[in-house]
């Protein structure tokens, strides 16, 4: 089974958030699985040099954008056995950042078109293409238009996978005749029009095979009207063949015991965590002390992660016992607050405003807990870190921090985490103190962390999922 992944991020080549985690770790997951994954990108400016240095020219194409013929080169490289692809544009691509300038929409079309023009002269037929995201969205609309009567392309099927609804790729109506080559045939509530403009999502939604999103919790949540971002009705539409695959992590990648970021390899041990802990607090101006229970938070700083929440309750939380370290950069007000606390706390909070992944690798194996307070969560990779860092997770319950984080009950012993259910601050604030109530009872606390160390999310049953998924769609049958 051949499979090729389209999305507009991917480590270790280039990463904004958890898609590029996704797309860096499921293809491998998948070809031990027995497909044959393979990978396109945008070639972007911000890839470090010494990946650029490893690509090859694979070919150079005419890619239609309207009344545009534009260059687009195809360039490949083999990571850990697998495929990977990127389409070379400078004018679309060399730049600063990854997104969010005037002619975003100009940009995509030209990659979804481009990577439709490659499939056309690679010597390599996919059975499936997997979307991820608005940014690859209009690849099932172009398979089901300009592509349709075209001998390579038939029968192949599209899965279009959902990692965050609220960005949805909406542009003005004009892209549809300026870039896209199309009429308004396809300007419909079946098509890819959204209140007068165009949406890539949408379009998605409405002309692939399959759509999956991140956990099965998340999946439910976006046919509500609370959560679905204004497609609510759309993907009821399609629930029959909308499916939540929970994400997983790469266990190799992510593993105490050979985190070279570490300053003490360790499996299952508190005592060596607690070292972690005490070397962290050094490197930081930390008070030192092994006792004092460190909650760790290692995200973008946006409204979606509930920040909000820590706020409100930072000055009431700080009266007790406690370190809170920040790592994560994002929207302004949140940087600046995270700064005012470690100004007023400097002995309990450490703000650290920019992305370091040695840091965060550290922050996860020092923090006996981890808070994720947010409003909507459609998987969260922290917590599954968190996890396999043995940093117990406290969460609001949405999304795929439902389907990963089971509250612990003192009663039976089970679950591996705090959960609390509304988006309520003061809510937060007792359950992270019941948290820290359990942590003070060490038999009880080591415990929980048992139930941690059994709760590993990795790939193997994820990559098993979509491989049924894939198989339903072409009638394949081990």
Request: hydrophobic share 40%; charged share 20%; proline share 4%.
């Given at each position: ?13 280039i ?7 996704v ?44 009344w545009?013929?534009q ?13 990977v ?19 975003e ?22 059975d ?28 192949m ?11 949805q ?5 004009s ?16 098509g ?26 998340y999946?439910?949540?976006i ?5 679905g971002?204004?497609?609510d ?24 015991m050979?985190d070279?970021?570490?300053a003490?390899?360790y ?18 101006g930390?008070?030192?002390d ?10 973008r ?25 920040i ?17 007023k ?8 405003i ?9 922050i ?16 969260g ?14 969460v ?32 937060m ?5 019941r948290?820290?109530?359990?942590y ?5 606390w ?33």
């Amino acid at each position: 089974m051949n499979v090729l992944m389209i999305g507009s991020e991917c480590t270790p080549f280039i990463k904004s958030g958890g898609l590029a985690d996704v797309l860096g770790s499921l293809p491998e997951a998948l070809n031990s699985q027995g497909a044959d994954v393979r990978i396109v990108l945008p070639k972007y400016q911000e890839m470090k040099q010494e990946w650029k240095d490893e690509l090859t020219l694979l070919d150079t194409l005419t890619v239609p954008l309207g009344w545009r013929q534009q260059y687009a080169g195809i360039e490949y490289v083999e990571y850990e056995g697998v495929h990977v692809y990127f389409i070379d544009n400078e004018y679309y691509f060399k730049r600063s950042n990854l997104y969010g300038y005037e002619d975003e929409g100009e940009r995509f079309v030209f990659f979804n078109r481009a990577v439709m023009e490659m499939i056309r002269v690679l010597d390599w037929t996919p059975d499936v293409l997997h979307c991820h995201d608005w940014q690859a969205g209009l690849i099932p609309l172009f398979l089901h238009t300009h592509y349709k009567d075209e001998p390579k392309f038939t029968g192949m099927k599209t899965v279009f996978t959902i990692h965050n609804l609220k960005y949805q790729g909406i542009f003005p109506q004009s892209v549809l005749h300026d870039l896209m080559d199309l009429d308004e045939r396809v300007m419909t509530v079946d098509g890819i029009e959204f209140f007068g403009n165009i949406s890539f999502m949408k379009a998605a939604l409405n002309y692939s095979d399959q759509i999956t999103t991140v956990s099965e919790t998340y999946a439910n949540e976006i046919q509500t009207p609370y959560y679905g971002e204004n497609l609510d009705e759309v993907l009821r539409k399609h629930s029959h063949r909308l499916t939540g695959i929970v994400n997983g992590i790469n266990l190799q990648d992510y593993n105490p015991m050979k985190d070279q970021s570490l300053a003490f390899p360790y499996r299952s041990s508190l005592i060596k965590k607690g070292q972690n802990k005490m070397w962290l607090q050094e490197q930081l101006g930390l008070p030192v002390d092994a006792s004092i229970p460190m909650i760790g938070i290692v995200s973008r700083l946006v409204e979606q992660k509930g920040f909000d929440l820590i706020g409100r309750i930072m000055d009431e939380l700080l009266e007790d016992n406690v370190q809170l370290v920040i790592l994560g950069t994002g929207e302004h007000y949140y940087e600046q607050m995270f700064q005012w606390f470690q100004h007023k706390h400097p002995t309990k909070v450490s703000a650290n405003i920019t992305f370091d992944e040695a840091l965060s690798r550290q922050i996860y194996a020092a923090s006996d807990l981890f808070l994720m307070p947010s409003r909507f969560e459609p998987c969260g990779i922290g917590q599954l870190l968190a996890l396999r860092y043995l940093a117990v997770p406290i969460v609001r319950e949405t999304g795929g921090l439902v389907d990963t984080v089971q509250p612990y009950n003192e009663v039976t012993g089970e679950g591996n985490g705090f959960c609390f259910t509304n988006f309520n601050a003061h809510d937060m604030l007792y359950t992270i103190r019941r948290a820290l109530q359990i942590y003070e009872d060490q038999a009880q606390w080591k415990d929980l962390v048992k139930n941690v160390l059994t709760s590993q999310y990795s790939w193997e049953n994820s990559a098993k999922q979509y491989m049924d998924l894939y198989q339903s769609m072409l009638k394949i049958y081990a």
